[in-house]
């Protein structure tokens, strides 16, 4: 994400592609830091190979759904802000 902000500094003259870029970055930064002890609880979860689980059909179908859901707040909320701060009036042409 870092990449991307800096480049839409330097190269790019559009408002709204590093608006988004920045809220997009600030956004998975909170995230990863309110749940970093639980994302480390994954990943020794994850590289763990002793024991598989079995998860339900139904279970891994609710899981999607609700991710599918929670994707489509944050994309709301994304552009409420982007709409708030006037960065969705401008034009890329």
């Not at 930064?29 to 020794?44: D, P, R, T």
């Not at 590289?47 to 179908?61: A, G, H, V, W």
């Amino acid at each position: 994400m870092v990449n991307i902000i800096l480049f839409d500094m330097i190269f790019l003259d559009v408002y709204p592609a590093l608006a988004n870029a920045i809220i997009v970055f600030l956004m998975l930064m909170l995230i990863l830091f309110f749940n970093k002890e639980k994302i480390i609880e994954v990943y020794h979860l994850i590289t763990d190979f002793s024991e598989q689980p079995k998860i339900l059909l139904k279970r891994k179908l609710l899981i999607l759904l609700f991710t599918i859901m929670l994707m489509a707040l944050i994309f709301a909320f994304d552009s409420l802000i982007e709409l708030w701060f006037g960065a969705s009036k401008e034009k890329i042409i």
